[in-house]
Each structure stands twice: as structure tokens, then as C-alpha cells.
């Protein structure tokens, strides 16, 4: 039967053996991951395929992976191991070869480091930050949000450091805004606040500090309307006027 019909063949058509089918069946069907890290320490390999065929193992480094599947992981950087699969089923045999990069502790963490890295250099060199009163209550949201604006989420994001430059306004340790105020009657030269912060960027057991950044912090608009009306409007008279 081809295509739904029936034909007659030309010649004779040769059948592989139960053997071959069965050994490339399960040579097809092994697999193995591309990579381990840190917290893999055992790798699982076969000893016998899904249709039967016995299945033994050699590695190119047995002290990184060896053929039982105990994973050491390299002082530094990265090894790639080899791995052979023998399969053998009737008297007939097959081989499949696997390449297995094993990363070290070191590795994981410059590359965790790397990410908190490129997630920073993605804000730009002049980042600042312009909190925004009855919209923005949190720096450490305001900053996270921009992260994962530029495609970098999951980021923990916490406030390391502040450094004021002007005063009247604040951050606290949590990252909680408080907006600029002063006494408008007092007709001040300053109209914001403003600070340096650096904050810490924390994934999967990295940290790296980011900043100092630049935030400006302008007028508590609900302390100012209050103080108006309670301190200038009720001195606003017609015989003022």
C-alpha cells in the first residue's frame, strides 16, 4: 500500500531485520540534555531501550560525568563531555554520541551576574528617575517596572543606599516616596527635591549594585492645596484685594 493504494513493486522489496528496527527505534529515541549546571549532580542514563535493546555507556571524561551517570562539576568555567550510547540487541549493535556542557559554580554565577549586568547597562548611562505625585508611590516598583519595560523580569530590586543633595523630600529604606515640601509662605529659592540612590539588583542568588541614580522628587501637591487653603486662601479678603 503507498499513498492509500495498492501497488505491485518491480522487485522484491527488502524488510529490515527485527534487530535493526528495534535498535534504530531506540537509538532514535535517547536523549539527553544539552547542558548541566550547578544543581544537577546526577544524569540519567539508560540501561535499556524503550523496545529492548541492552543499552552501556562511555564518556570522553569520566572525572566530569562518569558512565554511571555521576555528575562532578568543574572547578572553573565549562567542560563539554562526551557521552556514547551502545545499544546491542540479537547480536547486532548501534552507537549514538551526546555532547554535554557542564558549567561550574563560578560559571553559574557570572553568568546570573551577567544578566543583573546587561538588565543595568539597558537602562542607559544617564538613567534618572522623575516620580510622578499621585502616581508613583515605591522607587524599588518604579525601577523594576523599567526593567521589565526592556524585557528583564523577576528582577528583586531593593534601595542600597541614598545620598541627599536637596532636602524637604526622602526615600525610604523599603523604597516609600515622600514628595518635596517646604512652607510656600516661606517663598523658597529650592522647588524639588533631590538625591542619589543606588540600589541593589538581586536573581536566582545574584546581586550587583546599580547607581548611583538620579531622583527627582517635586512638590507634595495634597500638603500644598492644604496649606493654601488654611494659611493663604482665608487671608485673601476684598479689602486685601
Known amino acids: 500500500i503507498y499513498n492509500g493504494e495498492e501497488k505491485t513493486p518491480p522487485r522484491p522489496i527488502q524488510i529490515a531485520e527485527k534487530a535493526d528496527g528495534i535498535l534504530s527505534a531506540d537509538r532514535d529515541a535517547l536523549t539527553l540534555p544539552e547542558e548541566l549546571r550547578a544543581d544537577n549532580t546526577r544524569l540519567t542514563l539508560p540501561e535499556r531501550g524503550e523496545n529492548g535493546s541492552a543499552i ?17 562539576l568543574p572547578a572553573a568555567g565549562k567542560e563539554t563531555v562526551t557521552l556514547t550510547a551502545m545499544l546491542s540487541y540479537g547480536g547486532k549493535t548501534e552507537t549514538r554520541a551526546f555532547s554535554v556542557v557542564v558549567w ?35 522607587l524599588n516598583e518604579m525601577l ?20 541627599e543633595e536637596y532636602g524637604g523630600a526622602g526615600i525610604a529604606e523599603n523604597g516609600d516616596i515622600t514628595y518635596f515640601y517646604t512652607d510656600p509662605n516661606a517663598a523658597p529659592a529650592i522647588h524639588f527635591g533631590r538625591c542619589q540612590v543606588t540600589f541593589l539588583l538581586e536573581k536566582d542568588g545574584a546581586k550587583l549594585s546599580f547607581g548611583p541614580v538620579p ?8 500638603k500644598v492645596e492644604t496649606a493654601m487653603k488654611q494659611e493663604i486662601l482665608n487671608q485673601v479678603t476684598l479689602e486685601s484685594i
Do not use: H
Open 56 to 72: 552501556t555507556w562511555e564518556s570522553s571524561n569520566p572525572l566530569v560525568i562518569s558512565a554511571d551517570g555521576t555528575v562532578t
Open 144 to 163: 523594576q517596572s523599567d526593567l521589565k519595560a526592556e524585557g528583564f523580569d523577576g528582577i528583586e530590586v531593593s534601595v542600597q543606599s541614598v545620598a
Open 104 to 138: 561550574s559554580q563560578a560559571a553559574v554565577d557570572a553568568d546570573r551576574q551577567s544578566v543583573l549586568r546587561q538588565a543595568a547597562a539597558s537602562l542607559g548611562a544617564w538613567y534618572k528617575l522623575y516620580p510622578v505625585y499621585g502616581e508613583d508611590t515605591n
Open 215 to 222: 531622583v527627582l522628587l517635586y512638590w507634595d501637591a495634597e
